[in-house]
């Protein structure tokens, strides 16, 4: 048994490593959507359920005819494992370029595409993830052969080793991150897979595993409490486990983000404070099956109307609160009960037996895959945060109800009913961080919660609670310096990320065609509240605004352009942020800019760390890069990339080409008296490439294996560690 939970701490650790990571290269892959998100964990949680359910049902049929030891059936299914971490990248690639084939080939709407990338991510994970989700009911065969072990409670023995393994995993994976990058970091899992695979081979030949009476399946342990008349009851409550958990994740991470940041780390805390609470509560479940007490089980299960509701006070932005003790006191109390009764539940339900814990874990996963599904497309964009914790927490309400009608001691029901009532009263008197921003807009979609606040030019956009933009003229001279530089009078222009709509705004003021794309729906819906005269622009035979990842769209277009502007959400080292900054990025835009066409990207603060690496992506994919700091100073530049010579230029001879409208447009917010003055304020602020990269000349270029902007721990922690020598340019 010592040896089994070594074995499940290294394959959980391995497993939530995978996921992140191929989370992470799908998106670069095939988009920064939300729904491609929901299909690669949905894919992800369908695999382990299927694997799981077929090798109980496998064991069930012909574990009496399996002769050699079960621990080598264990280590090869491990060994399976390791090779995924290699071959997932592969076909993720494969996987791209078929569908970048077929695209190019046909026109394809956005929603077949989706369908295209679910079935390739499908047949490319679920094999893999099956393999992870075979190794429970492997390793309880294993232990049931073996006369010296107890079987009965082997499913949560396994599933304790596994959650702290998972804990373990969140918490190192940024770390591998930013030392190895995305690849290294697999490779380091492949490694730890085979040494499991190595050990248990190993194992098996020195230890004679004897077959006994155990081997055959005795019956399952029956609970009447839980399974009673022709209803498996246990097996629906772990359905509502899984399904309300996950679908809380989604709201939690929507709660959370205003205090503690779109960063990997935030996301890496939520999940980590989940698995270790979780860790917790399963420990104390295998505490407390030594002496079973049905009355406290019964008020465990009443408690999560309560307990699934607390992130709402902890999230009520009016009580003063560190930001991880937020996450901590809101998550880990509803966790570590549903981390009790998790294992509990299938430990009853299945009584040892691999073929019944197969089946009862797959239940609870299938749960875990509508978990996100109705929260991220049903509940947030219909009822937003509030009102869809107390949806998810309802099934909780109704056993309490149901619990009322039951024979029940006195002491028990006035502890019931107190529950419900502290749960309607967190439900009724807290508030979400909307309450600090009461008479703007506020919509809501499967993205994001998008909110408009503010007056005159104190208007602002906040997605998720964070700042996304302010009416600045930082954004206009995106669009006119850039259109200004080119060599020829501009035909049309793309813009990455809407914001405000103001570098929208005023590439259209040149009165060429302009595509904005933007990942959030409800984000463009605002850009009448912050432009009075964004109405008639938007229905502008001109404009065309598509709500898509703007890689993907990039990826997808054959359309050439003139000017791409990209201004990347803040901050710098957001989740995800580096596909929009990467050698990959600048790569594929580079094949939709027509000739003497430039790309401007905005690099808004970070670190020497963060302005070297991005410096260097540019100049490995364009011959021709010029850096203005930005106009207010700071650590902030307008990058210039062209594939052609970008011309110096004074002020007059950027003014030459420029319409009068677009000429009124630049100046309209200033901060310049005259328009020769405005664009002296940038040409005044040159610096060359090399200056940015001189602080930190070990730094590599920024890639989408090597997301430096985004995993910058160590390197904080550490000067000068966690990075790989560069080369020389």
């Given at each position: ?213 155990a081997a055959a399946p005795p019956a399952a342990t029956t609970d009447h409490s839980i399974r009673t008349g022709n209803g498996n009851i246990a097996l629906l409550l ?315 769209f990039l990826d997808r277009s054959a359309e050439k352009f003139d000017a791409i502007i990209v201004d990347p959400p803040p901050p710098l080292s957001a989740a995800g ?24 990207q905005w690099l808004y603060d970070g670190d020497d760390a963060d302005h070297a690496a991005v410096t260097r992506a540019l100049l490995a994919v364009f011959p021709y ?105």
């Amino acid at each position: 048994m010592f040896w089994f939970a070594i074995f499940f701490f290294l394959s959980g650790l391995c497993s939530i490593v995978y996921e992140l990571v191929w989370l992470r290269l799908a998106m670069a892959k095939f988009g920064v959507t939300t729904a491609l998100v929901a299909i690669v964990l949905s894919v992800f949680m369908a695999g382990l359920g299927a694997g799981s359910w077929m090798a109980g049902r496998a064991l069930r049929r012909y574990g009496e005819r399996i002769k050699s030891p079960a621990l080598r059936i264990y280590g090869i299914i491990e060994l399976l494992i390791g090779f995924s971490a290699l071959m997932v990248p592969l076909e993720l690639v494969w996987g791209s370029r078929l569908l970048e084939h077929v695209a190019g080939q046909a026109s394809v709407s956005s929603g077949i595409f989706y369908l295209m990338s679910g079935a390739w991510l499908a047949l490319t994970l679920i094999p893999w993830c099956a393999c992870m989700g075979a190794t429970i009911p492997v390793a309880m065969f294993a232990i049931r052969r073996d006369s010296r072990s107890g079987s009965e409670r082997s499913f949560s023995f396994l599933y304790l080793a596994n959650v702290i393994g998972a804990v373990a995993g969140a918490c190192v994976a940024p770390a591998l991150i930013e030392l190895y990058g995305f690849h290294g970091t697999l490779r380091t899992g492949a490694m730890l897979n085979g040494a499991i695979a190595v050990s248990a081979f190993a194992l098996s030949c020195l230890s004679a595993e004897r077959v006994s009476d155990a081997a055959a399946p005795p019956a399952a342990t029956t609970d009447h409490s839980i399974r009673t008349g022709n209803g498996n009851i246990a097996l629906l409550l772990l359905f509502t486990t899984g399904l309300t958990t996950m679908g809380m994740e989604v709201i939690w991470i929507r709660l959370y983000t205003f205090f503690i940041g779109p960063l990997v780390y935030s996301f890496a805390e939520i999940l980590a404070t989940y698995l270790a609470a979780t860790f917790i509560g399963s420990k104390l479940y295998r505490t407390w099956s030594r002496r079973p007490r049905q009355a406290e089980l019964r008020l465990l299960w009443v408690s999560l109307a309560l307990l699934g509701l607390l992130p709402l006070l902890t999230a009520d932005g009016r009580y003063r609160m560190v930001p991880l003790l937020r996450v901590i006191v809101g998550i880990a109390p509803f966790a570590a009960v549903v981390g009790f009764l998790t294992p509990m539940l299938v430990d009853r339900w299945s009584g040892g037996d691999p073929d019944r814990a197969g089946r009862a874990y797959a239940i609870n996963i299938l749960g875990c895959i509508g978990g996100p599904v109705v929260a991220g497309f049903l509940l947030l964009p219909w009822f937003g945060e509030h009102v869809s914790m107390l949806i998810l927490v309802l099934p909780w309400f109704g056993m309490a109800m149901v619990g009322a009608t039951r024979k029940q001691s006195g002491r028990q029901m006035v502890a019931s009913a107190a529950l419900l009532i502290a749960a309607l009263t967190l439900f009724f008197f807290t508030q979400d961080y909307e309450f600090f921003y009461k008479g703007g807009i506020i919509r809501r979609d499967s993205t994001a919660t998008v909110i408009a606040a503010g007056q005159g030019m104190d208007k602002t956009l906040l997605v998720n609670g964070i700042g996304m933009t302010v009416l600045s003229p930082v954004t206009k001279m995106m669009a006119h310096f850039t259109l200004a530089h080119l060599a020829r009078p501009p035909r049309n222009a793309l813009i990455i990320c809407f914001g405000m709509g103001t570098t929208f705004r005023s590439a259209m003021s040149w009165g060429i065609p302009v595509t904005a794309v933007e990942l959030v729906p409800s984000v463009p819906e605002m850009f009448t509240y912050y432009h009075p005269d964004g109405g008639p622009l938007l229905t502008s035979p001109r404009a065309h605004v598509v709500i898509d990842d703007g890689r993907r769209f990039l990826d997808r277009s054959a359309e050439k352009f003139d000017a791409i502007i990209v201004d990347p959400p803040p901050p710098l080292s957001a989740a995800g942020s580096s596909l929009l900054y990467s050698r990959d990025f600048y790569a594929l835009a580079r094949q939709r800019l027509a000739a003497g066409g430039i790309l401007q990207q905005w690099l808004y603060d970070g670190d020497d760390a963060d302005h070297a690496a991005v410096t260097r992506a540019l100049l490995a994919v364009f011959p021709y890069v010029r850096v203005y700091r930005s106009m207010w100073g700071g650590h902030s530049y307008h990058f210039l990339a062209s594939m052609s010579p970008i011309d110096e230029r004074n002020a007059q001879q950027l003014l030459a080409p420029m319409p009068a409208t677009a000429i009124a447009d630049m100046m309209e917010w200033g901060p310049a008296k005259t328009p020769e003055e405005q664009f002296d304020l940038l040409l005044s602020r040159e610096v060359t490439p090399q200056s940015l990269i001189a602080p930190a000349p070990g730094t590599p270029e920024l890639q989408d294996d090597r997301p430096i902007n985004e995993y910058n721990r160590l390197r904080t922690i550490f000067p000068g560690k966690g990075l790989g020598a560069a080369p020389a340019l």
